[in-house]
T-cell receptor
Framework: QKEVEQDPGPLSVPEGAIVSLNCTYS??????FMWYRQYSRKGPELLMY????GNKEDGRFTAQVDKSSKYISLFIRDSQPSDSATYLC???????????FGSGTQLTVLP | DGGITQSPKYLFRKEGQNVTLSCEQN?????MYWYRQDPGQGLRLIYY???????QKGDIAEGYSVSREKKESFPLTVTSAQKNPTAFYLC????????????FGPGTRLTVT
């Protein structure tokens, strides 16, 4: 079993929809949680970075962490065609020297 | 402009040849990383370095080698010992201690036939 599980999709939604992307994990030592966005044939870019449990909002994006359920989510409101990309979750423990990535979810927002 | 550059964007090699992928950053970051990305497998860490002249193996280091002679540069050599070298290779950097905020280069797609 992988340490981090992420549904690969693909996920297609109409423009303006609310998108929910999720990851589950098994390592209870994970404390830092990230979402990276990767456009086709490009390097990933950091989208959201949260510590421990709770919510963090940045514009149309909300990251949610539920450590009790070992479950993290990324919500995208009013989705746009420019949001079409692969979304990678990543996480680490406090003492870690490397990130553990999910396999990524491919999202397409249809105009 | 600050950032990470990787060259070349596409690279083709014959089986049995070693090949070196370039990674340069001008972000003044001490930590640098090499990842491999295959379809459906996310990013897997090959090597990382937190200081010049020192580097550590990641999860899939076999068949790869690195050097870190300068803070700005972290080249990756894919040797003939790597069984499945065809992949998308990504270089990243970060401030030491800020593992989650990594800045990635545009990647090099290596095809070995």
């Amino acid at each position: 079993q992988k340490e981090v599980e992420q549904d690969p999709g693909p996920l297609s939604v109409p423009e303006g929809a609310i998108v929910s992307l999720n990851c589950t994990y098994s390592n209870s030592a994970f404390q830092y949680f990230m979402w990276y966005r990767q456009y086709s044939r490009k390097g990933p870019e950091l989208l959201m970075y949260t510590y421990s449990s709770g919510n963090k909002e940045d514009g149309r994006f909300t990251a949610q962490v539920d450590k009790s359920s070992k479950y993290i989510s990324l919500f995208i409101r009013d989705s746009q065609p420019s949001d079409s990309a692969t979304y990678l979750c990543a996480m680490s423990s406090g003492s870690a020297r490397q990130l553990t990535f999910g396999s990524g979810t491919q999202l397409t927002v249809l105009p | 402009d600050g950032g990470i550059t990787q060259s070349p964007k596409y690279l083709f090699r014959k089986e049995g040849q070693n090949v070196t992928l370039s990674c340069e950053q001008n972000l003044n970051h001490d930590a640098m990383y090499w990842y491999r990305q295959d379809p459906g497998q996310g990013l897997r860490l090959i090597y990382y370095s937190q200081i010049v002249n020192d580097f550590q193996k990641g999860d899939i280091a076999e068949g790869y080698s690195v050097s870190r002679e300068k803070k700005e540069s972290f080249p990756l050599t894919v040797t003939s010992a790597q069984k499945n070298p065809t992949a998308f290779y990504l270089c990243a950097s970060s401030i030491v201690g800020n593992l989650g905020e990594q800045y990635f280069g545009p990647g090099t797609r290596l095809t070995v036939t």
